[in-house]
């Protein structure tokens, strides 16, 4: 079946400005996570959705970040007045999270560069 | 101390050897554990998990989890060219949030 998508995959923006970057889980799929990766290191931990339900935001770096999983689906990262260190790789995952299975799937990423 | 740890790399193994990748973590209380392989430009794909001592086997990938030592490691054996990518070993307490090491590169030499 399909993936995680998200959207858009290149984001070019400039210091100052919002943006929204947008995941889609795997249908099923009742967690949803949120990573950025810095190039030469591991995804690190953002936030997490279980159902629609934030229940972690402890890896988000300040209050600039936010996230919404509104209908138990899709969500969405907003980043408001952008700044350079937040130039980066911000990848979702999604889990089936049931008593089996804890593995996570992640999509393809967006890649956000400010300007 | 970071939390997850891997040998820095990269790694060059000849084609059809063992490729034997570590990884330690510091928080005793960690309960599941992953390898991730991610090619030049890609996401991160699971292609392990461990959740008990000792060893899986997945084809040519044995993954092996020793608690006690607070250490995984994943061989790969008869390498491949496709093999050749950064292999990332993940760790969770809490089955949510992982906590990734910064990976090892290998190189299959054909």
């Known amino acids: 079946g399909a993936g995680v998508s998200q959207s858009p995959r290149y984001k070019v923006t400039k210091r100052g400005q919002d943006v929204a970057l947008r995941c889609d889980p795997i249908?099923?799929?009742?967690?949803l996570y949120w990573y950025r990766q810095a190039l030469g290191q591991g995804p690190e931990f953002l936030t997490y959705?279980?159902?629609?339900?934030?229940?972690?935001k402890s890896g988000l770096p300040n209050d600039r970040f936010s996230a919404e999983r509104p209908e138990g689906s899709i969500s969405t990262l907003t980043i408001q007045r952008t700044e350079q260190r937040d130039s980066a790789m911000y990848r979702c995952?999604?889990?089936?999270?049931?008593?089996?299975?804890?593995?996570?799937?992640f999509g393809p990423g967006t890649r956000l560069t400010v300007t | 101390q970071k939390e997850v740890e891997q040998n820095s790399g990269p790694l060059s193994v000849p084609e059809g050897a063992i490729a034997s990748l570590n990884c330690t973590y510091s928080?005793?209380?960690?309960?599941?554990f992953f390898w991730y392989r991610q090619y030049s430009g890609k996401s991160p794909e699971l292609i392990m998990s461990?959740?008990?001592?000792g060893d899986k086997e997945d084809g040519r990938f044995t993954a092996q989890l020793n608690k006690a030592s607070q250490y995984v490691s994943l061989l790969i054996r008869d390498s491949q060219p496709s093999d050749s990518a950064t292999y990332l070993c993940?760790?969770?307490?809490?089955?949510?949030?992982?906590?990734f090491g910064a990976g090892t590169t290998v190189t299959v030499r054909a």
């Open positions: 995952a999604s889990s089936p999270r049931d008593s089996f299975s804890y593995e996570q799937y």
């Open positions: 249908s099923g799929h009742v967690s």
């Open positions: 959705f279980n159902y629609e339900a934030q229940q972690d």
């Open positions: 928080d005793r209380v960690s309960q599941s």
């Open positions: 461990i959740y008990s001592n």
């Open positions: 993940a760790v969770t307490r809490d089955d949510y949030k992982l906590s």
